[in-house]
């Protein structure tokens, strides 16, 4: 009798952290201060990050002067967070966030929602959260193609967010139908081959930590994602 081995989620390999400074997306912080300058938000707003993993954005906005908070399902980045988000973070899922409804001001989701196994039902519970009026802000990769979307939970590889993207349009009919107004949203493809040549610099393969293999070479092949920063208002 053979027991087969689980594999860990691309992110949460310590070797990832190390090459992308915690952040453990495209574009790390500075993509995330670009959306807080379109943002508008008031100091000491309620700001809930979606995914956050050690904390790495909970500690920023907490010294930005926001009040922020963090929730992630993963025990083990949670139990490995930057210092200045050690007491801020909770254990949660995004499909059944631990939170009361009209709670937050804004909610940042950075390269979260195409992990998640029910993207649907998880956008649901971010706009529920939100206060009226309140700010969502959804960074992720996304599809150039209109092929049907595909799970990475049956896929059978590394969980990873390029076999859960979305195309655009998928995106923005999400949003509407949730009564969300997309204020802004804006392409930034050059995020994607960035953090392969920081895989690289720092001795990972690319086709390892991103999607699969196979997938991977496919898909830099055809040119088939982007990454994308969009800004909706809850109407």
Same mark, same amino acid.
């Given at each position: 009798m053979s =027991?087969? /081995?689980q594999k860990s989620p691309a992110y949460e390999l310590p070797e990832l952290r190390d090459a $992308?400074?915690?952040a453990l997306r495209p574009g790390g912080l500075l993509l995330t201060e670009?959306?807080?300058?379109?943002c508008d938000l008031e100091p000491d707003s309620? %700001? &809930? +990050? *979606?995914? @956050?993993?050690?904390?790495?954005?909970?500690?920023?906005?907490t010294r930005r002067g926001f009040r922020a908070v963090g *929730? +992630?399902?993963?025990?083990?980045? &949670?139990g490995n967070? /930057?210092?200045?988000?050690?007491? $801020? =973070? %909770?254990?949660g899922r995004v499909e059944e966030l631990p939170f009361t409804s009209c709670q937050f001001r804004a909610v940042f989701c950075e390269c979260v929602l195409s992990l998640v196994q029910d993207c649907n039902h998880a956008l649901s519970e971010i706009v529920r959260v939100l206060e009226p009026e309140g700010i969502l802000v959804w960074s992720d990769v996304y599809r150039r193609d209109r092929l049907p979307e595909v799970e990475a939970y049956q896929r059978g590889c590394l969980i990873n967010c390029f076999q859960g993207a979305l195309s655009l349009p998928r995106i923005f !009919?999400?949003?509407?139908?949730?009564? @969300? !107004? /997309? /204020?802004?949203?804006?392409?930034?493809?050059?995020?994607l081959k960035e953090t392969a040549a920081r895989l690289v610099f720092a001795g990972l393969d690319p086709g390892d930590h991103l999607p699969c293999r196979s997938g991977y070479q496919s898909a830099k092949r055809k040119n088939q994602f982007g990454y994308v920063l969009v800004i909706a208002r809850k109407k």
């Open positions: =027991l087969a /081995v $992308l400074e915690a670009r959306a807080l300058g379109q309620r %700001i &809930l +990050d *979606v995914g @956050c993993g050690p904390g790495k954005t909970v500690g920023h906005l *929730v +992630d399902r993963s025990h083990y980045l &949670l967070p /930057v210092s200045e988000a050690k007491s $801020l =973070l %909770i254990n !009919e999400m949003l509407q139908y949730r009564k @969300c !107004e /997309v /204020v802004q949203s804006e392409t930034h493809d050059h995020l």
